[in-house]
């Protein structure tokens, strides 16, 4: 690795973590609170020390993609820990695992959380929680990239580290231009969905925060009983449309407004299929409960579809506690953990696209079965899936059900019950939020053991990040080259 360079560059990242703390900085300072002053010692802090790894290991060398895959994964990492110091500093959570916890599931939008009271926090707290996963929604480092066009190369290093799906898909030839036109279409359906917020009766505040956690499909709300505390239909309605369209690929939101037509969102295959299995999850929730409960149907296709949008979005909010619903309802939602939004979306899981691709090599590998002469080619969106990219899925697809297994036994071992433990880490590694049993939608990761906490933090980081980008800086030969490798032996 390129040290100096990975370090100039966490220090340029850092930069960008400190002038956002600003933000609720002057929140705090609006509303005359106390926690002012601490913002008022951690951004500077934050920057300054930013400003110090920029200006010591300043370089001109150019990035290699080990060097972008190395400032993806440190950057969040640092990010997480210098972005819970105004938990610490204010007391909010005093204890650094609780405090990295809350920080990491911002950044990673997972939407889990440590405390149980959310509606006795600082309004300056309450912002810094949402703007952590507006911050890592689309990412921080794309923001880095859409910021400082001055990187090249440099820069689709970074951007094909950190986005999500197994192809890392651009919007324009620049990475610059991709990570401004994605980060532009991000800022727009925030600021549309604050205002119709707004319009429905929720303050300005709550607005805001609650369309920060929307958009970036993280799911930290204001109150405790998240969205069902507002009790409000339209406001329901009006979240669950934005949840859906932040889980597509935002590469088809730009195609929708470059070719100014809608149709554009069903002509995409994947965009069919993710939404396809919205539907039919909610009608078969619907029918599941319907013989349970007394609400009308009117209520319960809300109900129901709330919940399917959040959770396969990964957004986690709630209006509803499905740790009380019917067997089959429960295990739709589980299903629906692993299925997770569209790939190059901000949602977590493991991607409709990845299940197209597997689902299609089955369905090939069954033909040729039958038919051993005939040749086929995968398409995904009317476009040739090379063998390379299979195979790549099919591994994505082991890791993550061998990660997903071993921490649940891991978990388990630290005295928690085998369900609460596995739909945790289900929900971590998804980057859900809210699971079932002991960490269902109405309690808290709060007694979770502090090992357990750390654990699920580095689940969320691999589900963020999808397991390849940290796990790669592991290996050997990441860390010096074969060349290297020869000379030392």
């Known amino acids: 690795m390129q040290k100096k360079l990975i370090l100039s560059t966490l220090g340029k990242i850092m930069i960008i973590l400190g002038l956002s703390m600003l933000i609720p900085l002057?929140?705090?300072?609006?509303?005359?609170?106390?926690?002012?002053?601490?913002?008022?010692?951690?951004?500077?802090?934050?920057?300054?020390?930013g400003f110090l790894l920029y200006y010591c290991f300043k370089t001109e060398d150019r990035m290699r993609p080990k060097d972008g895959f190395a400032v993806v994964t440190y950057g969040w990492l640092i990010a997480s820990v210098f972005g819970a110091l105004p938990y610490l500093f204010s007391g909010a959570l005093p204890h650094f695992a609780d405090a990295f916890f809350e920080t990491m599931s911002g950044f990673t939008t997972t939407g889990s959380s440590v405390i149980d009271n959310i509606e006795i926090l600082p309004k300056g707290l309450l912002l810094w929680r949402s703007l952590t996963q507006w911050l890592g929604g689309v990412g921080i480092i794309v923001l880095f990239v859409a910021l400082l066009s001055t990187l090249g190369v440099s820069g689709m290093q970074i951007f094909k580290a950190e986005m999500t799906g197994?192809?890392?898909?651009?919007?324009?030839?620049?990475?610059?231009?991709?990570?401004?036109?994605?980060?532009?279409?991000?800022?727009?359906?925030?600021?549309?969905?604050?205002?119709?917020?707004?319009?429905?009766?929720?303050?300005?505040?709550d607005a805001v925060n609650h369309a920060l956690a929307t958009t970036s499909t993280g799911g930290f709300s204001t109150k405790n009983s998240s969205l069902g505390y507002f009790d409000n239909a339209l406001i329901e309605w009006i979240t669950i449309i934005f949840m859906l369209l932040c889980g597509v690929n935002f590469s088809v939101h730009y195609q929708?407004?470059?070719?100014?037509?809608?149709?554009?969102?069903?002509?995409?295959?994947?965009?069919?299929?993710?939404?396809?299995?919205?539907?039919?999850?909610?009608?078969?929730?619907?029918?599941?409960?319907?013989?349970?409960?007394?609400?009308?149907?009117?209520?319960?296709?809300?109900?129901?579809?709330?919940q399917v949008v959040s959770v396969i979005t990964s957004t986690g909010f709630i209006t509803d506690d499905y740790d009380q619903w019917p067997h089959l309802a429960m295990a739709?939602?589980?299903?629906?953990?692993?299925?997770?939004?569209?790939?190059?979306?901000?949602?977590?899981?493991?991607?409709?696209?990845?299940?197209?691709?597997?689902?299609?090599?089955?369905?090939?590998?069954?033909?040729?079965?039958?038919?051993?002469?005939?040749?086929?080619?995968?398409?995904?969106?009317?476009?040739?899936?090379?063998?390379?990219?299979?195979?790549?899925?099919?591994?994505?697809?082991?890791?993550?059900?061998?990660?997903?297994?071993?921490?649940?036994?891991?978990?388990?071992?630290?005295?928690?019950?085998?369900?609460?433990?596995?739909?945790?880490?289900?929900?971590?590694?998804?980057?859900?939020?809210?699971?079932?049993?002991?960490f269902g939608p109405t309690e808290s990761f709060a007694q979770a053991p502090v090992l357990a906490k750390y654990l699920f933090a580095f689940l969320m980081l691999l589900g963020r990040l999808e397991i390849f980008t940290v796990l790669v800086i592991v290996l050997p030969q990441f860390h010096f080259n074969r060349h290297e490798h020869r000379q030392k032996h």
């Not at 705090?28 to 802090?45: G, H």
């Not at 279409?185 to 929720?202: D, F």
């Not at 919205?278 to 579809?305: H, K, P, Q, Y």
């Not at 051993?372 to 993550?400: C, E, G, Q, W």
């Open 256 to 306: 929708v407004l470059k070719q100014k037509s809608l149709a554009i969102f069903f002509k995409t295959k994947v965009t069919r299929i993710y939404l396809i299995i919205i539907a039919a999850a909610t009608i078969f929730i619907v029918v599941d409960m319907l013989s349970e409960t007394t609400n009308g149907l009117g209520e319960t296709i809300r109900c129901a579809a709330f």
């Open 26 to 49: 002057a929140v705090s300072v609006i509303y005359r609170e106390s926690l002012a002053f601490v913002f008022l010692v951690v951004a500077p802090l934050t920057g300054g020390v």
């Open 166 to 205: 197994p192809i890392a898909e651009k919007i324009r030839p620049r990475a610059s231009d991709s990570a401004k036109n994605i980060w532009l279409i991000y800022i727009a359906l925030t600021l549309i969905q604050t205002i119709l917020l707004a319009l429905c009766g929720m303050d300005w505040f």
């Open 332 to 438: 739709t939602i589980i299903f629906l953990m692993f299925i997770g939004g569209c790939a190059g979306s901000t949602s977590g899981g493991m991607k409709v696209d990845r299940w197209v691709i597997l689902f299609g090599q089955a369905r090939h590998e069954l033909q040729r079965t039958l038919h051993p002469r005939m040749v086929t080619r995968l398409k995904v969106n009317d476009l040739p899936i090379s063998d390379h990219v299979i195979i790549n899925v099919a591994i994505f697809f082991f890791l993550y059900i061998f990660i997903c297994i071993i921490s649940t036994l891991f978990i388990a071992s630290c005295g928690i019950d085998f369900f609460s433990a596995f739909t945790a880490v289900a929900a971590s590694l998804g980057n859900v939020g809210p699971a079932l049993g002991a």
